[in-house]
């Protein structure tokens, strides 16, 4: 019997379509005026880099010594912390997401704390902890002969640090936004938590994880506060390119201006060659 034959019969109502993204012909006056300021603020220092750039002599002080030093280091160093960020930074922002436990917000405002502390009163804090005379330092020192300021490792310190907060919040997002069904199935399937963690928690969050280790390489790439409180200034084993490039304006404003053209360029390949791929693009 039809619908029709049944008076009683509810209507069949169809879903409603998505929303659509409304876009207008014209653009007012008053929006885009201070959006051209603000993408002209953005760009012109970049362009007046590019400018400035002594172009004629580029090769020869980019095959300096000093240069490719300072690069590797800071690569190095950025990568070992971002793998640092993620064996902590993933599992904290695991439990930010998914246990309900008392003191949650406070633990997740400490968190982010990095994010608007000055990077180089995150260097004094992290030297009252693990400096030769600081809480754990010490400790190390006396114990196990181990240091860490003014070191190499002090630099994936200093730049974890200040990093994991982009990897926790990335990643957090990432896992309030999954779809934990699939994890219920998998237990109701038998799975253990750490199964289920492994086999279809991280491959649901895996492009939240990535862009996350992206931006938290980006940042520490250009770490310098907290580096250079930390760890210092010592060329080959702790001088960062942007620690190079503070040492060279100093004395030579083209071999800054180089220096500082390399970690443009840098950044700027890694996250253009990581969007399309993890980040997404609109």
């Known amino acids: 019997m039809s619908r029709h034959d049944n008076p009683t019969a509810a209507p069949v109502r169809s879903a409603p379509p998505p929303p659509r993204t409304r876009r207008t012909g014209r653009v007012p006056v008053a929006l885009l005026l201070p959006a051209a300021l603000g993408l002209l603020f953005l760009v012109l220092p970049l362009a007046g880099l590019l400018i400035r750039t002594p172009w ?60 608007v502390l000055p990077p180089v009163v995150g260097g004094v804090a992290l030297l009252l902890v693990f400096g030769r005379r600081g809480i754990l330092g010490g400790w190390l020192d006396s114990t196990f002969g181990f240091t860490l300021p003014f070191t190499t490792a002090g630099v994936v310190l200093a730049e974890a640090f200040v990093a994991m907060p982009f990897l926790v ?35 649901l969050v895996a492009p939240g994880i990535a862009a996350g280790a992206v931006l938290c390489w980006a940042r520490a790439l250009g770490e310098f506060g907290a580096t250079i409180t930390f760890a210092g200034n010592f060329p080959g084993r702790t001088q960062t390119m942007p620690l190079a490039v503070y040492l060279a304006l100093e004395t030579d404003l083209e071999a800054a201006i180089v220096l500082s053209l390399v970690l443009l360029t840098v950044s700027v390949v890694i996250l253009a060659s990581l969007r399309d791929r993890w980040l997404g693009s609109s």
């Not at 800071?74 to 439990?95: F, I, K």
């Not at 994890?183 to 963690?197: S, V, Y």
């Open 56 to 115: 004629s002599t580029l090769p020869q002080r980019l095959a300096e010594p000093g240069v490719l030093t300072a690069l590797r280091l800071s690569v190095q160093a950025a990568t070992l912390a971002t793998l640092l960020c993620l064996v902590l930074g993933v599992p904290l922002a695991w439990l930010l997401a998914r246990v309900d436990f008392p003191g949650r917000r406070l633990v997740r405002a400490l968190v982010t704390v990095p994010l």
């Open 169 to 203: 919040i990335a990643v957090e997002g990432a896992l309030r936004g999954a779809d934990v069904r699939y994890e219920e199935a998998a237990a109701t399937l038998g799975a253990g938590r750490w199964t289920t963690f492994t086999h279809v928690t991280l491959p």
